[in-house]
């Protein structure tokens, strides 16, 4: 659950009313990253199938490009343009990668009903993000993808690497964290950088 006080700041009621939106915008994606755990907070083991692991993984890796996409194009900050570019390159290799372990582990990317509601989500965040202008757009995108990297990087530790079942993809996963953990660092030395609490 997002709180109000990680995203409060000194600077007037302008950056509170930005730090509202990305926390109504933010926990609706973040909670349905956080929905693939088990109440206790770790996965059900076998609750996904290899084909629905791969299809979350898709989705969330493509939510993520499009939000850096979306940064790198209305981003203020040099620095945050150079970041963003390097996220999106980054996530749709990745997305690239899932397609070919799929082959790899002869299924075919599912993407759960329950899902649909982080597609929708997803698409208020883009909106949302997409109205904003200059230094405010650069606070909103950062404290959103230091939000969405740290739930996206538990989901995959605690339920879609625990469910899959292809030796390929487990592997890739524990391949992959390593980027996805910089990517989280990355934003958050910036975000310091630039004063976003």
């Known amino acids: 659950m997002l709180h109000m ?5 000194d600077n007037g009621s302008k950056l509170a009313s930005v730090a509202r939106v990305v926390a109504r915008t933010a926990a609706p994606v973040i909670a349905a990253l956080w929905s693939l755990l088990g109440p206790t907070g770790s996965a059900v083991a076998g609750a996904l199938d290899d084909g629905q692991v791969l299809g979350i993984y898709i989705q969330v890796n493509g939510f993520d490009a499009e939000t850096a996409l979306l940064g790198r194009a209305l981003s ?14 980054d996530h749709l290799g990745v997305r690239q990668a899932a397609y070919a372990l ?4 002869k299924v075919s990317p599912v993407t759960p009903s329950e ?12 909106t949302k993000l997409s ?7 650069d606070k909103a995108y950062l404290r959103h993808e230091v939000a969405f990297h740290t739930a996206a ?3 995959v530790r605690q339920a879609l690497e625990p469910s899959a079942t292809c030796p390929d993809l ?28």
């Open 131 to 137: 109205a904003l202008k200059g230094a405010e757009f």
């Open 115 to 126: 899902r649909d509601a982080a597609a929708v989500e997803h698409g208020q965040v883009m």
């Open 170 to 197: 487990r592997a890739h996963f524990k391949d992959v964290l390593p980027a996805f953990e910089h990517h989280l660092s990355e934003t958050q030395a910036l975000a310091r950088e630039l004063n976003v609490r």
């Open 5 to 9: 006080k990680f995203f409060s700041d």
């Open 76 to 89: 203020h900050s040099s620095a945050v343009r150079n970041l963003a570019t390097h996220v999106s390159t």
């Open 102 to 105: 799929a082959a790899k582990c």
């Open 153 to 155: 990087i538990e989901a």
